[in-house]
């Protein structure tokens, strides 16, 4: 299987919900579409700088990580960060590295959407296609 590509709206979390309680307006959340590589071998997401900068995103810890390499860098995570995929939606934070967006295997499931290895793309989960669904026990 090739590489997984999919569009996916990012907005700043916080902003969300001040516009949400009438303390901005809609208009004002930072927001954009953005072409992730689907990684169902990594864990979370991935954002470059210039994204985290652009969404207005907050620094909110740095974390050890091990890298594809196998070396290990402290790496900033920002966030809180809203994805949506076609008519699901989750909240996470992302990792700040490289210069593409990575949508790992934890905002996969909390979307509750697969992979379609025939036609190669990303898809809302067919068992659970009018909302996501997710086990917590």
């Known amino acids: 299987m090739g590489l997984i590509y999919a569009e996916i709206f990012?907005?700043?979390?916080?902003?969300?919900?001040?516009?949400?309680?009438?303390?901005?307006?809609?208009?004002?959340?930072?927001?954009?579409?953005?072409?992730?590589?689907?990684?169902?071998?990594?864990?979370?997401?991935?954002?470059?700088?210039?994204?985290?900068?652009?969404?207005?995103?907050?620094?909110?810890?740095e974390r050890e990580v091990e890298l594809a390499d196998g070396t290990f860098r402290m790496i900033p995570m920002a966030g809180p960060i809203n994805v949506k995929f076609e008519n699901r939606k989750a909240i996470c934070n992302a990792f700040i590295l490289g210069n593409e967006v990575l949508l790992g295997a934890i905002p996969l499931e909390e979307l509750d959407v697969v992979i379609d290895p025939k036609k190669q793309k990303l898809i809302v989960n067919p068992e659970n296609p009018m909302m996501p669904k997710m086990k917590i026990k």
């Open 10 to 61: 990012l907005s700043n979390a916080e902003e969300d919900g001040l516009a949400r309680r009438g303390m901005i307006k809609k208009d004002e959340i930072r927001c954009g579409a953005f072409n992730a590589m689907v990684d169902t071998g990594a864990y979370r997401m991935v954002i470059s700088e210039h994204i985290c900068l652009q969404l207005g995103l907050e620094i909110v810890e």
